[in-house]
């Protein structure tokens, strides 16, 4: 089939081909089970596929081999990212389809895995119709996307982008209390490839990345595809309140420097500076020591994820939480947080930046492919919607070599990180289809520049 006329427009993807694959995939690393018990169909569990696991070994075994079978030249490089390209009339760079095969802990079946499978799809597609691209079309497996086995998220397609240091990214210590680096496991389970890990390496001409969408507007709205924009900015901050120890019972509520009331204070205060700049703060980690009943705490660290589609409303939210949190920590009352209690006394808050993601805009022409893609494939443009991922993706990082877009379907009930994750096969297929049509609308875009 020849795709420089449009006529990729009548490819399908095989629904069943491709939830039978994303089931068989899941069978590695699978985790809890979610359905009523004794009633629950064997693909209502959730996934537990860490990163660089003997699971996740398995699954980049049956993605290696499965992509060879499909034409493809596989190479691993120096972070354990796999790339399978299909040849093209010309030599150049792969237009890319990727997403990551970890999860996480507790985990569901599709984030990350669906764009992934959905990518292998294409390729069963394009065999199966004798479709020539012009230039070559691949699908990439990102090592550690989650960043829940070893604390950095992204930390592959970061390495890949030069953003992240390949040193920084080898001695990462896997969480817990076990002792493995990324480089100890990339080598235990043979996934230490011979290239660089490197944009310079292994070029790509686009990276189109399906995911769900982990969150509840499309499902909301009814509508079926949103058409990502861009990747909102974050922040993640380590707040430090420092107190001193006291007795319960004897210490009057004047006397006291409660870092744990102050704590509670500062982490409201944040909802509502969120809730003014119509942005996002979030405290996912809380620590308090000395954590005796009668005790009250001298100490406490949490941490503060703060997020906005603009750099400057982020930025404008952490001046704002540093002047109040210092004007509360001192005793004075912001936004009435005192009224009806009891002065204490001054306390001192410490601030760390942990992370620090610009917002991110995706390139206008794999834009335009997905939303043509997306319009084409649904046949009505009023269940497509552009959106914004609240969330990071390997697609950030990619976005800082080549022109990027991403592909989102509904999650039900926005559900995502959990075992009861899900998004309908017939969602599925409608996202692997525009992901395949915006891979061929970008080949062709390319071959007639």
């Not at 169909?41 to 003997?54: H, Q, V």
């Not at 990350?112 to 479709?131: S, W």
């Not at 001695?171 to 496991?185: F, R």
Request: hydrophobic share 35%; aromatic share 6%; net charge negative.
């Amino acid at each position: 089939m020849d795709t420089g006329n449009g006529d990729f427009k009548t490819l399908k993807v095989q629904q069943k081909r491709l939830m039978d694959a994303l089931h068989h995939t899941c069978s590695f690393g699978t985790g809890k089970r979610w359905g009523r018990q004794g009633h629950s169909a064997s693909t209502e569990t959730g996934m537990a596929r860490l990163t660089l696991s003997d699971s996740d070994k398995q699954a980049r075994d049956w993605f290696v081999e499965t992509t060879k079978a499909l034409g493809c030249k596989v190479t691993v490089d120096a972070m354990g990212n796999i790339f399978a390209v299909r040849p093209g009339r010309r030599d150049g760079p792969a237009t890319f389809a990727g997403s990551h095969l970890d999860t996480q802990p507790t985990g569901g079946r599709y984030d990350g895995i669906l764009g992934v499978l959905a990518g292998v799809e294409m390729l069963n597609v394009l065999r199966d119709n004798q479709v020539e691209t012009e230039f070559p079309v691949g699908v990439v497996n990102w090592t550690n996307e989650e960043g829940a086995r070893f604390p950095l998220s992204m930390v592959s397609s970061g390495v890949w982008a030069e953003e992240i240091p390949i040193d920084r990214a080898y001695n990462l210590q896997e969480v817990g209390e076990g002792t493995a680096t990324m480089k100890s496991e990339l080598e235990r389970i043979g996934y230490l490839g011979s290239i660089p890990a490197s944009y310079r390496s292994m070029p790509m001409a686009a990276h189109f990345e399906l995911h769900i969408e982990q969150g509840p507007i499309l499902e909301a709205q009814q509508q079926k595809v949103g058409v990502v924009k861009g990747v909102q900015a974050y922040k993640w901050f380590t707040i430090d309140v420092q107190g001193r120890d006291a007795h319960t019972g004897t210490t009057p509520l004047v006397a006291r420097s409660d870092a744990m009331l102050l704590a509670a204070r500062l982490i409201t205060h944040s909802h509502r500076v969120a809730t003014v700049h119509k942005s996002l703060a979030s405290t996912g980690i809380l620590t308090l020591s000395p954590g005796s009943t009668n005790t009250i705490p001298g100490h406490v660290r949490f941490t503060l994820d703060v997020r906005s589609p603009s750099d400057a409303v982020v930025e404008a939210m952490e001046a704002d939480l540093k002047r109040d949190f210092a004007a509360l920590a001192a005793g004075d009352d912001i936004d009435g947080l005192l009224a009806h209690s009891t002065p204490g006394k001054p306390l001192s808050v410490e601030w760390r930046t942990d992370f620090v993601s610009p917002a991110t805009v995706f390139h206008a022409d794999c834009v335009a492919a997905v939303r043509a893609s997306a319009e084409a494939v649904t046949g009505d443009s009023s269940l497509v919607r552009d959106i914004s991922s609240g969330a990071g993706h390997d697609s950030v990082y990619t976005s800082r070599r080549c022109p990027t877009s991403m592909i989102f379907v509904p999650s039900k009930n926005g559900v995502s990180h959990n075992p009861e994750e899900y998004t309908s096969p017939e969602d599925c297929a409608i996202g692997a289809e525009v992901l395949m049509q915006s891979v061929l609308r970008y080949d062709q875009m390319r071959a007639n520049q």
